[in-house]
């Protein structure tokens, strides 16, 4: 672990928060399971703005946004939360710490 004494003038924040970062990312992947009885997402459709339209399972199962987020709400898909913002509601991956996962950086289909 990196040495955080604040009389230190030689220490590199960056550096220090980086590996911090790092290693976070590298726990939380190791963390992430299989939810039996629960579908997981493993890919997305984007329209041309980039939004996310659609989403693939790893059963297969191609979901439009509206049931996707039924899915979600009924506790079917593992490791996304719904929240409400901007007067809709919003599928997004678990905060985990892992970039890997988050729904923006899943392969498209």
Known sequence: MPNFNSNNNNLNFEEIYNQYRQEGQQRASEEINVVPGKEQIVAVRKNEDG???????????????????NEAKSGNLAHVDVFHKYGRDIIRSEPDGFDGNNLDNLPTF
Do not use: M, Q
Request: glycine fraction near 6%; hydrophobic fraction near 40%; proline fraction near 0%.
């Open 51 to 69: 939004d996310i339209i659609a989403f693939r399972t790893d059963n297969g199962r191609d979901l439009d946004y509206v049931t996707a987020l």
